[in-house]
């Protein structure tokens, strides 16, 4: 198993930027097929963006594409999470997640993840 760490979360303003990362140790991601999801207050929780083991192919919710960007360094053990234009409706706890898997296969579904991370919460104010 891997374990993973999100960091970079807080309260910001609406249009403002954050950097979620996730510190993996224990093993090399570079097998994981790697993930983040959130969980706003009152709902359930729901994919965000994926991205394969090599970096090479990423998938976004529609509600957050042009405005996030999903990429990992491999080398450093980490995923990120670059967060543009945030909204107030953006506001939730944000997981990493990852799953073994060296496919080029996007997971959506986060039963499909056996790994996460315990959650940074952003929030942002109109």
């Known amino acids: 198993q891997v374990q993973l760490v999100e960091s970079g979360g807080g309260l910001v303003q609406a249009g403002a930027s954050l950097r979620l990362s996730c510190a993996a140790s224990?093993?090399?991601?570079?097998?994981?097929?790697m993930a983040w999801f959130r969980q706003a207050p009152w709902k359930e929780r729901e994919f965000v963006s994926a991205?394969?083991?090599?970096?090479?192919?990423?998938l976004y919710t529609d509600s957050v594409k042009g405005r996030f960007t999903i990429f990992r360094d491999n080398a450093q053990n980490t995923l990120y999470l670059q967060m543009n234009s945030l909204k107030p409706e953006d506001t939730a706890v944000y997981y990493c997640?990852?799953?073994?898997?060296?496919?080029?296969?996007?997971?959506?579904?986060?039963?499909?993840?056996?790994?996460w991370g315990q959650g940074t919460q952003v929030t942002v104010s109109s």
């Open positions: 991205i394969t083991w090599s970096g090479d192919t990423t």
């Open positions: 224990g093993r090399p991601i570079s097998s994981y097929a």
């Open positions: 997640a990852g799953i073994v898997y060296s496919g080029r296969s996007l997971r959506t579904d986060e039963k499909e993840y056996d790994n």
